[in-house]
Every structure is written in structure tokens, then in C-alpha cells.
């Protein structure tokens, strides 16, 4: 299968620590390359994770705190810098544009490269992306300014052509695409070979569902139902329900109810208050409600 | 004698580098903490180093590319959410304000603190900052856009009252001071004691010049004038001489004639392109034509 990949660049919060960068992911499906969010110090990051800077056309920030989104100027001032000509697409709330809109006019106006900000509204679940492979919707979520998830899936995939089989009914070229979608094949002598026969099933289709900041929000659970993989924001302990609930933020055991209900097959955590000296206390937490809890960390990747 | 300190945050250049962050430093004077440029990354720095966030109270930025002046918007909402209530203020090219304003307007609406941007005349040597022990002066230079380097002063200092010899004439408090700045005294009977005899020499004053990014600037040598440190940046290596001159770079044995030139007490090169693996290069050329050379690194202390 071709690689789904989750590249962790920052899974810190809002104050800056040692041990954490601010938000941001690279997502890799296939050859492509998607980014969500860009707190400051994401280019470094990259750098860091040997990621290819060039490999990423989309951007999609989840809301505008810094911590999200202060490291996009200089991704796209090093973009500029490292003769980038391909478009940049950043989705984002209406307001980023307008904020970095002077920036933009004073860093930008040398770009070699086309730059769009798409406005999303995070209040509504919707698909903001597509290409031949892949879709990105919206999950709209609960935070003290407007927020969204985003969960990335693989559209369903071709049936395999089992080669050997199509080669001993000399299956002509022009006709592979039908049979991988579907249809059976009558051979010159009118005999008909059930799609069964000359296949095997597709690949599973994947999906991957970002949840960064909110308060628990179980409306989403029906889009993200069986979901691969999900992040979610476990900024607090349990011991600090209080005051996610007072800011917006979730803690690790209600991070893991979101899984449990939503059935997802596997969960990581992240956002981590800087109050914390390490994860542990997370992690066990999380554990409790849904085993299949992971702590992201700079620079790991998880794969689908 | 109370500590002069450059910490160095960051003396890398434009382009990301793993082993380099963008330009930043502090300046420790006394009690006094004074920040030079903001690049990206600069918060998580001060972290690393263990710095605290709430004495830095002026930030100096010599121009306005974004290796110099990305990490502010960062600090300045983190000085935010760490509850200070202290003024900020932040010299800087006239545009820096501009470029910043909906930032600002978005960001900070809920600072606690005031935030004054400075305008700084990059074309001119003035005094811009002055208090009871230091002043801070513009070192024009020569960039592609408006920049200036930065002179911090110590002022002339006061003498040292000889403690024994003030209490065996009784010296009354009052008087003190006046015999600091190198008054005699006249006892009671008449007799006048010398101020050499009440006296020893004032710590000197010292200074520490900031030259980042320039084509070589021998008209500020008059300034620097046996400045105790100069930093200088040190972009490229002598077989990139001609990249230096396009770009408005410095060689480092470029750095190294400055220091020579002006007299300096000690170089330390910085600023260095991300090409080189490392700075032994470097090194070697600005040593060649100034021994008292260093290499600035992240972490790294300099006292003066």
C-alpha cells in the first residue's frame, strides 16, 4: 500500500517549553503532502524531519491562536527563498488573510509562486478538498475562537487485477480500468469470467482525523466513525478538568471517550499543557478508557 | 563588576538550518536585560536558556527580514499570556509597526501590557535608548533593505569609596556620592584629604558593538572604536566573496578587518550561511587577520 504517514512537527501548547514545538503536521498519502497547522518554528521542524519543503501545496490551519499558525510567514517567506513556483493553498478562518495581508504585501511581492488563502468556515462540516485520491472535510469543534478539525480520507480504491489471470484470458489493456472497477469479462468465445475471478479486493480506504483545540465534541463521532487514526488535543489532566472545561481544551481521558464512542481503531494524544514534566500521567489516563493510546512526540511518525 | 553577557539565541541566517536558529540575543547589563533582533524561534530559545521572559523590557531589531524580526509576534503574545503588566518597547524600522498593526490588532487587544514601537532612522548614528548606566546607539550599515547595528555603553562609572578610609574621617552619608564622582573632603579641623587618598578607579566602562547583516562598514570604526566585543556577521567564507557583495554579506575575514580596523578587544562572528557544515572555515580566515576570534552558537554565554 502506498504510504499514509503522520509526521509530528509540534505537539506542545500555547506557552512556549523545552521539551514541545507549537502545533503543526505533515500528513503523506501517497506522493502527496498536506500540512496542518503551523505554530512557530515549523520550518525549522521540517528541516529537522528532512520533509521535503517543496512536496507541500496545502495548508490547513485549525484556528488562529499562535501557537497554529505564527510559523506560516516564515514557511512561506523560505518558500520564496528556496525558488518555490508551484501554488501555495493555505485553508484557514476568513481573518488570516486579513491579518497577514501586510506581511504578505511586504515579505511576498518578489515570490516566484502563487499564493491562495481559502476561507473556511468552522462552523459547518463540510469537504474542502479533493483530488483524484483524497478528500478533507471540516470538523467543526468547541474553542474560544473559531475552530475546526480536519479528517483526511482516501476515496474507495480500485479492485487489484489479479495479473496472472488476466494475462491467461488475454484481457486487452483498455478494459483493466472497467474490470478493476467492477465488471465481469466475456472472452471471444461468449464466455463470461465473473469479476470475482480476475480480482481481489480493493485496499481499505484510510482516514486520519485531526481534533485541536476544543472542548469534547461527540457531534463530530459520526463523521470520524471508525476513523484509523485519531489525534486529539489532551491538553489537561484529569485532575485539571476544570479548567480545560474553562478554556476550551479537553483532557486525555475525554480525548479517549471521543475514540471509544467515535470507534476509532487507534488514538494519539497531544497538545500537551507545559505544566507537565512528561506525558505518563496522560497516557495512563487515556489508556484506561481506550488502550490504543499513543502520545505523539516531535519528530515520530505514525503510519496507517 | 556586575555582569555584561551576550547570550546567544540564534546566529544562523536566512534559510533553516538544523544546526542554527535564526538571529537573536540577549544582553544582560547589570540587572538589565536588552534583547537584539527576533527571529523565529527566539521564545523557545529564551526557554532553552533558561532566561527569563519578564526582564526584557526593550527589544532592538537592526531590519526588518524575517530571520530578524518573526519571532516577535510570538514573544509579545506569550509576554501576554505570562500576565505581565510591564511596558514593552521595541525599536525598529518605522514599517515594522505597519507590517505588524492587524497582527497587533487581532493579537493583543487583551494585553495587559503597553507595547510601544520605537522608529529607528537606520541611516543615522544617534543615541536611541538611554538610562542612569547605559546608552544604546544605531550603527548605520550597509543591507539591501534599511539596517543598523547596535553600540551598548557603559557611562562613565563612579569611583569606589575606600570603605575603611570613609569610616576612620567619618564621612557622612550625604557626602558620599559627591566623593564617588571625585570630590575631596574637608574634616572638621579643616584638613582637606585628597580624593585619591578616599578613592580607588572606577570599573571601566564597557561596550559591545552588534554588526548584523552588512557589506563591510569601516565608517562606523569611529564608533566601535575599541569596543570591548564586536559581533560581526560572518555569512560566507573568502571563496564566496562575490555572493557576500550581492547580497550585502560579510566575508568573515571581512568581519575579522572590521574588528582589526576599529581596534576591537574580541571578535565573535555569526550569521553564518546555512551551505557551511560547519564554522571551522570561518573561523580560520577571520583568525588569519584578527586571532581574538570566536564562534557565536546557540546557548553560548559571552562576558564582557
Known sequence: MEPFEIHILGCGSALPATRHNASSQVIKIGNKQFMIDCGEGTQLQLRRGHIHFSFINHIFISHLHGDHCFGLIGLISTFGLLGRTAPLHIYADVMLEKIM?????????????????????????????????????????KHRIPCCGFLFKEKLKRRHLLGDVANFYGIPAYMRQAIKDGADFTTQSGEVIPNSRLTRNADPSRSYAYCSD????????????????????????????????????????????????????????????SRYEDEELLLQEAKEVFPNTQCANEGEVFHI
Open 101 to 141: 495581508k501586510p506581511q504578505v504585501e511586504f515579505y511576498c511581492k518578489d515570490l516566484k509562486y502563487p499564493l491562495f488563502f481559502h476561507n473556511i468556515d468552522a462552523t459547518k462540516h463540510a469537504v474542502i478538498y479533493e483530488d483524484n485520491t483524497i478528500t478533507v472535510e471540516t470538523l467543526p469543534l
Open 214 to 273: 476544543t472542548l469534547p465534541c461527540p457531534a463530530n463521532n459520526e463523521y470520524i466513525k471508525e476513523v484509523d487514526l485519531l489525534y486529539h488535543e489532551a491538553t489537561f489532566a484529569e485532575s485539571e478538568k476544570e479548567r480545560a472545561k474553562l478554556t476550551f481544551h479537553s483532557t486525555a481521558r475525554q480525548a479517549a471517550d471521543i475514540a471509544k464512542e467515535a470507534y476509532a481503531k487507534r488514538l494519539v494524544i497531544g497538545h500537551y499543557s
